[in-house]
């Protein structure tokens, strides 16, 4: 499996992001899927997950009510739509699928696989 994460840039804050994750593979649609990010110094951490079908989502407390997880099977692809901005939301993002259990995770162990990230600023 290959991912590709896109969509990041620099926002004020308040503002808003979309992230989207494609995946190479005809077995994308078997595959539990997550957002993590990295600040500068810190470890990575979760951000949201989202189950094979859609239908059961996750996420940190510290997005809930902002972010929106959202997968599309058919298009391969797995969207992270960020919205009220805030600066300590400022960091790399990467999308993982999990291969090993359909079940939703938040740690990042549980992710067999993950995109080289994209870099989301949001300035005060």
């Known amino acids: 499996v290959q991912l590709q994460a896109s969509g990041g840039g620099l926002v004020q804050a308040g503002g808003s992001l979309r992230l989207s994750c494609a995946a190479s593979?005809?077995?994308?649609?078997?595959?539990?899927m997550g957002w993590f990010r990295q600040a500068p110094g810190k470890e990575r951490e979760f951000v949201a997950a989202?189950?094979?079908?859609?239908?059961?989502?996750y996420y940190a407390d510290s997005v809930k009510g902002r972010f929106t997880i959202s997968r599309d099977n058919a298009k391969n692809t797995v969207l992270l739509q960020m919205n009220s901005l805030k600066p300590e939301d400022t960091a790399i993002y990467y999308c993982a699928a999990r291969t090993r259990s359909s079940r939703l995770s938040a740690a990042p162990d549980a992710y067999d696989y993950w995109g080289q990230g994209t870099l989301v600023t949001v300035s005060s």
């Open positions: 593979g005809r077995t994308f649609s078997s595959y539990a």
């Open positions: 989202i189950s094979i079908s859609g239908g059961i989502t």
